[in-house]
């Protein structure tokens, strides 16, 4: 899809800059390099030296009189013209050869040449040079305004068909009518039903949207044009216009085809969008090219856009009412069925060991994207390469969950004792509380080993099954479980460490939630407090309520997490005998399964049964 430029010549062009700019410096900078060494004298020392004879040859044009002396290699000298009218008389006497220098006046051609061709071609090799450059930086040259660089993007055979996206069923089916449409457009115009003339696919990054257009092209049959809203926003205003029309006007002689936008929210922003003043003409006038491109052609001649974004919030509004992208498809994160599909697609591009269970897998990696998990199925086959191993196991699948969720395992990171006490127990902590508060998932694998993204242990909890819907005592007991680390720190050491930031902020942002979205505080009751933006990239909160109401928001965030707190210190503090001996365990081996966790947990003689449920509040 990209064009590729050849690198090769460019150092002969810098070559012969180089060249001509040092034999430049030479001529105005050391002009007399370029010829004898010529001494300026006055024209009194002039008559004086040819009164005693010294004088050689002489010779005189318009501005100046040249000449040399008599030694045997004769040192030149020059002097100005003076009005001499004896000059003649006094050379002839002194015996000294003299002549004038004929200056031919320069034919007009060649002083044409001279003054404006030459340094005019030498300006535009230059600036050719210069604008290649700046080509390569912004995707432009600057002697082609006016005229796009579109490309034809066609995307001959991507060799990808709907059979390499997983899951994503509703959304297949949705394309599929797209391409249907395509292929034979008479059974569709008979019944007279019009296609929609622009598809939007929404979604988390890393679904497949981008995927799903190729596997449309695969199937289309058709051409397909592909850009990158990115590629869209030029260096100089109006390229960016110019490039949508030359867009579709390639479309419309290809017709029927697919255009497909990725992206799309790089142009397609909301023209209001307080974005600074800068470059936003700029977009604005791309976006305006698009939408009268997109109102002017007729649907039924068979161009159908296709676009992409992760931020279907952002995108002006005028894009998505009916006529433009009036059909949007939702790609969303993948269920488990969804994830076993996937993991099973790329499955087949490496060799597995025949025991994987790739359920086991697709369980464990809850919330992961297609992305995600192709790339973890890469991940295990690294590892299992890096170990010398011709198939993949399920202890490397494992693995890559982690380093895929959690990062790398970090071999040089050499925690001291006293600190892997500290997070060995902070570790426990979590796991004996999610085991003891009910209805939060099972404890699947601790480990204390630390991974690049500075997490130094990690509890891995996996969901049995899917979870749709979450109870107020579950959510409860997840914050609890966050707090659990830091109250086991608190409970044994009687100190408290950093590592329990990221804990704090997901119990918090639960605690919050609770709140602002799920209207589970009593005094607020079923008011929507804070509306979210971004939901495709994490989500963003926006307040939507006086700051009186914030600050009571705050408090009761504030009353919630550190109600779950308490709860987990007593958990802990009833429990504590199990505490240490699991956390000795977990110390001395540094990862323990869930099975063992839970073998631990069960030999100890309970003290008492913990188990609470905080219905009050
Ligand atoms: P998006 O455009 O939604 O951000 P991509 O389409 O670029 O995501 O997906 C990135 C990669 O993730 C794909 O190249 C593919 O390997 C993998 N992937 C994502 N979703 C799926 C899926 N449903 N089936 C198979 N592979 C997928
Ligand atoms: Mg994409
Ligand atoms: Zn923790």
């Known amino acids: 899809m990209k064009e590729i430029k050849s690198p090769q010549k460019n150092w002969m062009y810098y070559g012969i800059i180089a060249a001509v700019v040092i034999m430049l410096l030479n001529i105005f900078l050391f002009p007399n390099l370029m010829r004898p060494q010529v001494q300026e004298v006055s024209y009194s020392a002039f008559l004086e030296m ?14 100046q009189i040249t000449f040399s ?76 305004l ?66 799903l257009a190729k596997a449309v092209a695969g199937e289309a049959d058709v051409p397909f044009f592909s850009i990158s809203g990115s590629e869209f926003v030029e260096m100089f205003v109006g390229m960016g216009a110019a490039k949508v029309r030359d867009l579709f006007k390639q479309a419309y002689e290809k017709a029927p085809c697919i255009v497909f936008i990725d992206e799309i929210d790089t142009i397609g922003k909301r023209r209001d969008s307080p974005a ?19 109102d002017g052609f007729d649907g039924r001649k068979g161009v159908m856009i296709l676009a992409a974004t992760n931020r279907p919030e952002i995108l002006d509004p005028a894009l998505t009412r009916p006529g433009r992208f009036d059909r949007r498809i939702p790609v969303e994160l993948p269920d488990l069925s969804g994830r076993v599909a996937i993991l099973k697609v790329h499955a087949k591009k490496v060799k597995m060991d025949s025991r994987v269970d790739l359920t086991r897998i697709a369980r464990a990696a809850a919330g992961a994207s297609g992305a995600d998990l192709a790339n973890m199925i890469n991940e295990a086959a690294l590892r299992a390469v890096r170990s010398g191993r011709k198939v993949v196991t399920q202890e490397d699948l ?29 570790e426990v902590g979590h796991a004996i509380v ?74 918090t942002k639960l605690a919050r939630a609770m709140i602002t979205r799920f209207g589970m505080a009593e005094e607020f009751g079923m008011v929507a407090l804070e509306r979210e933006t971004d939901q495709y ?28 707190y308490n709860r987990a210190y007593q958990l802990l503090s009833d429990n504590q005998r199990e505490l240490h001996s699991i956390a000795q365990v977990l110390y001395e081996k540094e990862t323990i399964t869930g099975e063992e966790f839970m073998s631990l947990l069960s030999a100890q003689p309970r003290l008492a049964e913990g188990v609470e449920t905080g219905q009050e509040e």
């Open 398 to 426: 494992e693995e890559s969950i982690e380093v895929v969720i959690a990062g790398y395992q970090k071999k040089d990171r050499v925690l001291s004792d006293k600190e892997k006490k500290i997070v060995a127990y902070h």
């Open 146 to 211: 006016g005229k796009s660089n579109v490309k034809i993007y066609i995307e001959s055979q991507t060799g990808i068909t709907f059979k390499d996206v997983a899951g994503q069923e509703e959304a297949k089916e949705a394309l599929w009518e797209v391409v249907d449409f395509l292929h034979n457009p008479a059974k569709y115009t008979e019944v007279g039903a019009v296609m929609p003339k622009g598809v939007l696919l929404v979604g988390p990054p890393g679904t497949g949207k981008t995927l």
């Open 69 to 144: 002396d008599r030694s045997i290699e004769p040192k030149y000298y020059k002097t100005g013209l003076m009005d001499d009218p004896d000059l003649i008389d006094r050379l002839t006497q002194a015996g000294v050869e003299f002549t004038r220098s004929i200056v031919e006046p320069a034919s007009p051609l060649i002083s044409f040449l001279i003054s404006w061709l030459i340094p005019i071609g030498f300006f535009l090799l230059i600036g050719r040079l210069l604008s290649r450059q700046m080509g390569k930086a912004g995707g432009m040259n600057a002697m082609q």
């Open 50 to 63: 040819l009164e005693k004879g010294e004088v050689g040859q002489v010779s005189q044009d318009d501005v």
């Open 434 to 507: 999610a085991a003891l508060v009910g209805g939060s998932a099972p404890v699947h694998k601790i480990t204390i080993i630390p991974r690049t993204s500075g997490a130094l242990g990690y509890t891995m909890q996996v969901d049995e099954e899917e979870r749709f819907l979450r109870t107020r005592e579950e959510i409860e007991n997840k914050i609890a479980t966050f707090a659990g680390g830091r109250a086991a720190e608190s409970l044994v050491f009687d100190t408290i460490t950093t590592g329990a930031a990221n804990d704090i902020e997901q119990a």
């Open 276 to 294: 600074g003043f800068s470059g936003n003409d700029e977009r604005e006038q791309t976006l305006n090219q698009l939408l009268s491109e997109m």
């Open 537 to 564: 990239l994490g989500g963003n909160m926006v307040g939507n309520c006086s700051s009186e109401t914030q600050g009571r928001i705050d408090q009761l965030t504030v009353s919630i997490v550190n109600k779950q």
